[in-house]
Nanobody, 117 residues
Framework: QVQLVESGGGLVQPGGSLRLSCAAS????????MGWYRQAPGKQRELVAT?????????ADSVKGRFTISRDNAKNRVTVYLQMNSLKPEDTAVYYC?????????WGQGTQVTVSS
């Protein structure tokens, strides 16, 4: 059974930082490229950052230079991180992780990130 659990969100002031974590139980995740996605109120879900099984990364233009994605491929468990710096109010959204491209059945609950003074 696929289980993705996101954590680390919260309320932060503009210019602040947060580190999101995504715990993926099961060794199957080690073979996939993984991504962080976000969905702001009234908007479609968008891909923010991706990381291949080999560690190559890619970012949406809106977060390039501010966000860093990384992964830890431990035995039977993969953890994907998103370090977010210089946060802006427009980064406010629910953040999700999934493989890239995403699987509809893999979406978790997400973690809320709110950037506000």
């Amino acid at each position: 059974q696929v289980q993705l659990v996101e954590s680390g969100g919260g309320l932060v002031q503009p210019g602040g930082s947060l580190r999101l974590s995504c715990a993926a139980s099961g060794s199957i995740f080690s073979i996939y490229a993984m991504g962080w996605y976000r969905q702001a109120p009234g908007k479609q879900r968008e891909l923010v950052a991706t990381i291949t099984r080999g560690g190559s990364t890619d970012y949406a233009d809106s977060v390039k230079g501010r966000f860093t994605i990384s992964r830890d491929n431990a035995k039977n468990r993969v953890t994907v991180y998103l370090q977010m710096n210089s946060l802006k109010p427009e980064d406010t959204a629910v953040y999700y992780c999934n493989k890239e491209p995403p699987s509809d059945s893999w979406w978790g609950q997400g973690t809320q990130v709110t950037v506000s003074s």
